[in-house]
């Protein structure tokens, strides 16, 4: 397992500090003193979304690390829990889904950073009729930061797509293969070997992001054995004994990466919250102010188009295009309410022209010539009226249509750009979260999840 420094980690967890506390307090703003156009679904919409930022915040102020289990029925997820605390807390049992709902636990541990690790018990997820129980588990795979699947023994279909569809929340995964107390020697090893093939193997994009030493083998509640028992008189009985437990691999384990990596990974989870939370404002936003936002790039596309049309200088025509654009990426922000300064502006106009290919760079390039030539053609209109006047307006009209088509495509790509959620500067969520994923070394665990963080 990689190591992250623990002065690096304290830069990551400040920096998600700060980020988050900026993004409140730019939204806050909003909430407080809303635009005119702001509708109340989207001031309630925005003020949710707030929430689940704070919430975030909170946690990382906290030092809360949260552990959630899953796996399906009768697997020994609440004998895990237990045994990890060393106190029999949560109630187990032989009968299917003894765990009828989510139940925090508090454990200390003995880390080098002082922090609370709450662990959770989750329903079985695979539980019939348990539909709302297994959508809850899943919004509680969402708020964990590490998340451990039990199962015991061979893995099932069943458990492998639960694993997938974990997965999805971007979380370590560490599979618990409990209940080894139960298979012989050679029993026990194969399973284990089948199950580090079963992970090594595949090449599907769904498939867990496992390494071999992700899979880590206890007994969280050995069942009872006969053992001998021989007395001072002679006499030998045979009485039923429960050993104790062997919890010290996934101890160990988690000891191991939360030490090594575990603020990074707090970090990380609250500026992915933030993230989404900024997101979907947007998407809100977007999606509440559809028609004025077309009604937008419309109108500075007919605008960019006749003033090029008009304007006789080239080299003006290429700045004054590039000038209507970044204003009106701008405008749309505002219109949004979502902030935006002209040097973010500028990045994002810059983005967009390039991202495409160097199509539209291409078309600023277009529009330069024919801005050459409609500028020859105004010089050679002062000669021969009749004959310059037409080459003019030949080429005033190609150029405007150019003109007007780019900026209709910028404004349409700024509109998916500003959904998305932009940066906001060097301490944007976005910014925070892609330099941690740059900084962490390759045999980290955070760095096995950077493909699926970087592509939501």
């Not at 970090?267 to 900024?278: D, H, K, S």
């Not at 665990?445 to 592509?455: A, F, K, N, W, Y």
Request: some cysteine.
């Amino acid at each position: 397992m990689g190591l992250i420094p623990l002065g690096i980690q304290d830069i990551h967890y400040q920096r998600a500090k700060t980020s988050l506390r900026q993004l409140i307090q730019r939204y806050s703003k909003t909430l407080r003193s809303p635009r005119p156009n702001t509708s109340i679904e989207l001031q309630a919409a925005l003020k949710t979304d707030l929430n689940q930022v704070n919430y975030a915040l909170d946690k990382l102020n906290a030092n809360l690390v949260r552990i959630a289990v899953f796996g399906l029925v009768s697997r020994g997820k609440s004998a895990v829990v237990n045994a990890l605390i060393g106190k029999k807390l949560v109630p187990t049992g032989p009968l299917h889904g003894v765990t009828q709902f989510p139940r925090s636990l508090y454990w200390s541990m003995e880390l080098s950073e002082p922090v609370t690790v709450e662990l959770i018990d989750t329903p079985g997820i695979d539980e019939v009729g348990g539909q709302s129980r297994a959508a809850m588990a899943l919004e509680i795979a969402h708020d964990a930061d590490l998340i451990l699947f039990v199962i015991a023994g061979d893995i099932t279909r069943t458990e492998y797509h639960a694993l997938s569809e974990l997965q999805a929340a971007h979380k370590p995964l560490i599979v618990v293969f409990n209940k080894t107390d139960l298979y012989p020697d050679q029993d026990r090893a194969a399973i284990y070997q089948k199950l580090q093939d079963l992970f090594q193997a595949s090449n599907s994009p769904t498939r867990p992001f496992l390494q071999p030493d992700d899979i880590v083998l206890v007994a969280a509640e050995p069942a009872p054995m006969q053992v001998r028992v021989e007395w001072e008189d002679g006499r030998v009985t045979y009485e039923r004994e429960t050993p104790s437990p062997d919890i010290e691999p996934l101890k160990n384990k988690l000891l191991a990466l939360l030490n090594q990596e575990g603020k990074s990974l707090l970090a990380l989870n609250a500026l992915r919250q933030g993230r989404e939370a900024e997101q979907s404002i947007a998407a809100k936003s977007l999606r509440l102010n559809q028609e004025a936002g077309e009604e937008l790039v419309w109108k500075f596309a007919r605008w960019k188009a006749a003033a090029v049309a008009l304007n006789p200088l080239a080299v003006l025509d290429v700045m004054g295009g590039l000038m209507t654009d970044l204003v009106m990426i701008r405008s749309l922000a505002q219109l949004y309410g979502l902030p935006m300064t002209r040097y973010e502006a500028g990045k994002l106009l810059n983005t967009i022209l390039w991202s495409t290919g160097g199509v539209l760079a291409g078309e600023v390039g277009s529009g330069l010539l024919l801005g050459v030539g409609k500028s020859a053609s105004a010089v050679a209109s002062a000669f021969d009226s009749f004959g310059g006047l037409m080459a003019y307006s030949s080429a005033a009209i190609a150029q405007a249509t150019l003109a007007g088509y780019g900026s209709y495509r910028v404004g349409k790509a700024a509109q998916i750009y500003l959904e998305q959620g932009c940066t906001w500067g060097p301490d944007g969520v976005n910014t925070v979260l892609q330099n941690i994923l740059e900084e962490v070394d390759r045999d980290t665990v955070i760095h096995r999840l950077r493909r699926d963080l970087e592509e939501t």
